[in-house]
């Protein structure tokens, strides 16, 4: 099993449509979780942390379900804007420990 | 000049040369990280300094050799490269523990 794993995609949606990703992760032990926007040639920004209790951000909805290790983030009322590929990244193994990133879900927003 | 700042942009270098990559953080942060990113797959870490030691080296062969002088500036020094090293390398930094990355702008590479 994938350290961290994702639907590439690509998901192609209207403009207002509300759109979910999902993220499985391997390790139960992770211990924090992020998602990261990473726009065509450019390099990786911090989107969201996803905390236990869930977490919004406008538009932005990031859930965490430590049982099933699964990750989600919901976009609602899409923007031309947040065409970007989606990177659900992992803790692994706590403290110290570097993050591992997912392959990345590519969104395209359409007029 | 702020953010985490990487140059070259674009690198061709043939198999045989020598040449690094450079990379420079103004944020503050104690921890430094090469990343290597190839179409459709997944960012996979290269090696790791934290407050400029070396904590991570992740199976790298040794043709890449990384070099971090001080806590603000990290290298990639490169030399005898496969057409398959051919990619994006990322530096990021951030304050160790902490999940918020930063990322420079990437160098890309190809190997001819």
């Known amino acids: 099993r994938k350290e961290v794993e994702q639907d590439p995609g690509p998901f192609n949606v209207p403009e207002g449509a509300t759109v979910a990703f999902n993220c499985t992760y391997s390790?139960?032990?992770?211990?924090?979780f992020f998602w990261y926007r990473q726009d065509c040639r450019k390099e990786p920004k911090l989107l969201m942390s996803v905390y236990s209790s869930g977490n919004e951000d406008g538009r932005f909805t990031a859930q965490l379900n430590r049982a099933s290790q699964y990750i989600s983030l919901l976009i609602r009322d899409s923007k031309l804007s947040d065409s970007a590929t989606y990177l659900c990244v992992v803790n692994m193994r706590g403290g110290n420990t570097p993050l591992v990133f997912g392959k990345g879900t590519r969104l395209s927003v359409i007029a | 000049e702020t953010g985490v700042t990487q140059t070259p942009r674009h690198l061709v270098m043939g198999m045989t040369n020598k040449k690094s990559l450079k990379c420079e953080q103004h944020l503050g942060h104690n921890a430094m990280y090469w990343y290597k990113q190839s179409a459709k797959k997944p960012l996979e870490l290269m090696f790791v300094?934290?407050?400029?030691?070396?904590?991570e080296n992740n199976s790298v062969p040794s043709r890449f050799s990384p070099e971090c002088p001080n806590s603000s500036h990290l290298f990639l020094h490169l030399h005898t490269l496969q057409p398959e090293d051919s990619a994006l390398y990322l530096c990021?930094?951030?304050?160790?523990?902490?999940?918020?990355?930063?990322f420079g702008s990437g160098t890309r590479l190809t190997v001819v």
């Open positions: 300094y934290s407050l400029e030691e070396r904590v």
């Open positions: 990021a930094s951030s304050q160790e523990g902490q999940g918020e990355y930063t």
């Open positions: 390790n139960s032990a992770s211990q924090s």
